[in-house]
């Protein structure tokens, strides 16, 4: 199946009791046993329900895996992926990360003695330095939030078969339409399914695909004894998302193009971060790894006060945190998505406070593009 049909016909499609074409919300905690113990593959909804079977079929197809999990956000599922780990042990992580993923590890995670090496992952040297006798893990975020940062997952692959650790992949950005890391090597994929997966700013979620029976294994005992689970509702909302997944990326990405050659024309900004572009360093590996290049450009203006009034000033443009929607978003990183960074740390990773991140949607791009000139006028 190529990977378009996969959207529609992969996984469990519809009801074979009705017939009904698609998959019904189980929306139950409990399921009646034929005898003490005897249950006909499902007794608990923490444990499985048939919608989120659904669900976590399907994204396993996409991704090329094992098995799928479905958890309440992808915060969740990180912080599951890292219960794989013991105390003591060590993950080598890309440095600019998602600023939850920073979080958790750096405020929470850490108290249970999980060690933790931020450093930069488009560069093996750096990898190869970070790895210490605790480290389990790299974890890599490509491309990254808010500066577009891309890593070759091949090399990755290829220094965690030779330290026997475990490559996990945040793959929200590039989804499994553009992206599949595991065709790469990786061993774990994972998604805040809240942005492109869902695609639509209605619910909050969190995928993770695994590559061997033995992580399924693992993986599904932590998702029931921790209980992190996404609920039928939202894992139906999901698999609908799923669907035009391949539409709404490839109309994203036109959109995109059109609105970066817009802003490499612009003289008020001066940075643009778009892995689409020649002149971006990831680009080569971009190309080589991903079919697309996602919706997510960053762009300087300059100062903080300039971003501001920009920001004021658009209207099909949403004021927002997240990303990935069918409707554009705009936001400054350095006092929404990133403010839980220390501001020295976000100096030094390059999120400056006139950088404006938008996430673009799938409006007519010469809306957009109008959009963007009128805020930008001085
Ligand atoms: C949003 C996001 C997360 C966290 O997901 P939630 O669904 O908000 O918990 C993790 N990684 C990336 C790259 C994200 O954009």
Known sequence: MRSKTKMIHGGITGDE??????????????????????????EYSRTGNPTRTALETVIADLENGNAGFAFGSGMAAISSVMM??????????????????????????????????????????????????????????????PLLKITDLQKMAEIAKKHDLLLIVDNTFATPYWQQPMNFGADIVLHSATKYIGGHSDVVAGLVVVKTKELAEQLHFIQNSVGAVLGPQDSWLLMRGIKTLALRMEAIEENTKKIVSFLENHKKVSTIYYPGRESHPGHGIAVKQAAGFGGMVSFDVGSGEEAEKVLAKVRYFTLAESLGAVESLISIPAKMTHASIPADRRRELGITDGLIRISIGIEDAEDLIEDLQAALHE
Not at 17 to 42: C, L
Not at 107 to 124: A, C, E, G, I, P
Request: hydrophobic fraction near 35%; avoid cysteine.
């Open 84 to 145: 794989l780990f013991n105390a003591g042990d060590h993950v080598v992580m890309t440095d600019d990360v998602y600023g939850g993923s920073y979080r958790v590890m750096t405020k929470v995670l850490n108290r249970f003695n999980l060690h933790h090496t931020f450093t930069d992952t488009s560069s093996t040297e750096a990898v190869e330095a970070a790895i210490n006798e605790n480290t389990k893990a790299i974890f890599v975020e490509t491309p990254t939030n």
């Open 17 to 42: 009791k009705t017939g009904a074409v698609s998959v019904p919300i189980y929306q139950v905690s409990t399921y009646k046993q034929d005898g003490a113990g005897n249950h006909r593959g499902y």
